[in-house]
């Protein structure tokens, strides 16, 4: 069984930083594209950042330039690093990978969530 594990939400006060990761395990052959959600409470789930298997990043606008996305493909872990960051920043964050599992192939699958909350 392949699974997606968040760490590194909590609550921070106005302009800090988080760092969020996301580590695949089980019977992995490689992942392609993977990428964080968020959902704020009473809003629908958005699309945060992206990284393909080559690297190439994409971000929505309200993050360009404070969130940056990265992966380490050898340890099969995603980040999120979150700097300057927003009150309009608090929601609960999803990882999401595509991964290629032995004989089933490609499989869409999302983290459980974790919550990051920008607070004084």
């Known amino acids: 069984q392949v699974q997606l594990q968040e760490s590194g939400g909590g609550l921070v006060q106005p302009g800090g930083s988080l760092r969020l990761s996301c580590s695949a395990s089980?019977?992995?052959?490689?992942?392609?594209?993977m990428r964080w959600y968020r959902q704020a409470t009473g809003k629908q789930l958005e699309l945060v950042a992206s990284i393909t298997g080559g690297g190439t990043t994409y971000y929505i606008d309200s993050v360009k330039g404070r969130f940056t996305i990265s992966r380490d493909n050898a340890k099969k872990t995603l980040y999120l690093q979150m700097n300057s960051l927003k009150p309009e920043d608090t929601a609960v964050y999803y990882c999401?990978?595509?991964?290629?599992?032995?004989?089933?192939?490609?499989?869409?699958?999302w983290g459980q969530g974790i919550l990051v909350t920008v607070s004084s």
């Open positions: 999401h990978a595509e991964i290629i599992k032995p004989v089933t192939g490609t499989s869409d699958t």
């Open positions: 089980g019977d992995i052959l490689d992942i392609n594209g």
